[in-house]
């Protein structure tokens, strides 16, 4: 039972238009979001991260959106840029003794086209 | 500049003949983890170092193994290794164990089984 989503396999945006990213999770006891970024070849790298007390984290081009109730989330990218093209991975954590581990989805392809 | 070197990039090994995978990190953290990831899959924790605490998870098949004889490396060893455990293999720090706490990703091991 997959408890983070992300439905899309891949995405092509044109560079300069907003690219978005969507993730959904099933398990309520998730209260930490992360979104890693991988291009091949390289392991997975840390972009962006949001607490579920905050509805909206920015850093720079890319912001994370969380929507508890429908339990979503989406990572913004604007402008999005070729080197943008890689595939990002959602991730999630609950709370727990011991429960140190991350949740990941299977990741979504995204290609920018100059 | 390299801060999680995996060994070797590519292993071929065949079907049941025993397999160590190497991680070394020159981040001196704490926390050393190993996932697995199957194709179109999202990367699985296997278990996680914290110093020289070991954490299995709990769905973790004890065909896999894991060794950490000091801060700065971490063995996994699939004991008989499978058709099925043909993976990337990904190795990750940090420096505690709390998801708030950025994992340092290694570029992954490709093990491939004959």
């Known amino acids: 039972d997959q408890q983070v989503k992300q439905n899309s396999p891949s995405l092509s945006v044109q560079e300069g238009r907003i690219s978005i990213l969507n993730c959904d999770y099933t398990?309520?006891?998730?209260?930490?979001f992360l979104w890693y970024k991988k291009y091949p070849a390289e392991g997975p790298t840390f972009l962006i991260s949001?607490?579920?007390?905050?509805d909206k984290n920015e850093d720079g081009r890319f912001t994370v959106f969380l929507n508890k109730s429908a339990k979503h989330l989406s990572l913004h990218i604007v402008p999005s840029q070729p080197g943008d093209s890689a595939v990002y991975f959602c991730a999630a954590s609950a709370p727990g003794a011991g429960s140190y581990q991350l949740t990941f989805g299977k990741g979504t392809k995204l290609s920018v086209i100059p | 500049d390299a801060m999680v070197i995996q060994n070797p990039r590519y292993q071929v090994t065949q079907f049941g003949k025993p397999v160590t995978l190497s991680c070394s990190q020159t981040l001196n953290h704490n926390v050393m983890y190993w996932y697995q990831q199957k194709s179109s899959q999202a990367p699985k924790l296997l278990f996680h170092y914290y110093d020289k605490d070991f954490n299995n998870e709990a769905d973790t098949p004890d065909n896999f193994q894991s060794r950490r004889p000091n801060t700065s490396f971490c063995f996994l060893d699939i004991r008989s290794p499978g058709l099925g455990d043909a993976a990337m293999y990904l190795c990750a720090t940090s420096r505690v164990p709390l998801p708030t706490d950025t994992q340092y990703f290694g570029p992954g091991t490709r093990l491939t089984v004959l």
């Open positions: 398990n309520s006891m998730f209260d930490y």
């Open positions: 949001i607490s579920s007390i905050k």
